[in-house]
C-alpha cells in the first residue's frame, strides 16, 4: 500500500481543522450573539454544504477559481496562487465544505451557557473577546472537541470535493478517498481495502475517544 495518500489526507485534514477553528470560534461567537434579521440567512448559507452534493460545490468551486474567471485570475496575479488542481485548493475547498461541523456545535455550546455568566463577566469589566476565551469557551469544551473531530473526520471522508477541484495528482492532491477509486477502478480490491478499512479504524477510534471524553466532561 503507497501511504502517499494518507499522510496527504491527514496533512489536508489537520490543516484545514486548525483553520477551521481560527475562523469557526469568533463565526460561532457572532451568531451566538446576534439578533440581526439576517442571521437565519447566514445560518442557512454556512449550513449548505451539508444538503448539497459535494460534486456540485466542487464544480461551482472548480468555475470560480479557474484561471480562466476573474476569481481564478485576480489571485494568481495578486498572490501566485492557484487553488485549481492544488493543495492549497484542496485546503480552500475543504475549508468551506466542513465549515458547518466546526461552526454549529461551537455555536450551539455557547447558547446553551447561562447568559447570566456573560453578564458578570462584563460587569466586572472584562471586554468581549477576553470574556469569550476566559468564560465561555472553557465551559464548552465538548462543542469545542466535537467542533474538532466532526471537521477532522468529515475532510478525511471527502470524494466529490477533491475529486472536482484537486483532480487526482500523485503527491498533491491525491487523497485516500481518490486512492480507492482508483484501485477500485482497476478492479485492484485488495489494495482499496487497506486503503478503507485503515480509514474506517481511525474514523471509529477517534469517534470513541471523543464521545469517551465528552461522556467524562458531563459526569
Request: glycine letters at 6%; zero cysteines; charged letters at 10%.
Given at each position: ?14 490543516i ?74 484542496l ?10 461541523f ?67 495528482l ?50
Open positions: 500500500m503507497d501511504w502517499a495518500p494518507i499522510w496527504l489526507t491527514f496533512r489536508l485534514a489537520s484545514t481543522t486548525v483553520l477551521l477553528l481560527l475562523v469557526g470560534i469568533p463565526l460561532a461567537a457572532w451568531l451566538s450573539a446576534t439578533k440581526i434579521k439576517l442571521k437565519p440567512l447566514i445560518e442557512a448559507i454556512i449550513s449548505m454544504p451539508l444538503v448539497l452534493p459535494p460534486s456540485v460545490l466542487g464544480f461551482y468551486f472548480l468555475l470560480a477559481f479557474s484561471p480562466n474567471n476573474a476569481l481564478g485570475q485576480w489571485l494568481e496575479k495578486a498572490f501566485n496562487l492557484r487553488l485549481v488542481f492544488s493543495f492549497e485548493g485546503v480552500v475547498a475543504s475549508m468551506i465544505y466542513s465549515l458547518p466546526m461552526v454549529h456545535p461551537i455555536q450551539a455550546g455557547l447558547e446553551n451557557l447561562p447568559p447570566s455568566w456573560k453578564e458578570a463577566s462584563f460587569t466586572l469589566g472584562k471586554s468581549r473577546t477576553t470574556t469569550l476565551f476566559r468564560v465561555l469557551l472553557p465551559n464548552s469544551k465538548p462543542a469545542l472537541l466535537t467542533g474538532i473531530v466532526l471537521s477532522f473526520a468529515h475532510t478525511i471522508g471527502e470524494f466529490g470535493l477533491v475529486l472536482m477541484i484537486g483532480g487526482n500523485p503527491g498533491q492532491t491525491r487523497v485516500a478517498s481518490i486512492a480507492i477509486y482508483d484501485e477500485v477502478e482497476t478492479l485492484n480490491y485488495a489494495a482499496a481495502h487497506s486503503y478503507a478499512a485503515l480509514l474506517l479504524v481511525i474514523s471509529l477510534v477517534i469517534l470513541v475517544l471523543v464521545y469517551r471524553f465528552n461522556k467524562r466532561l458531563t459526569v
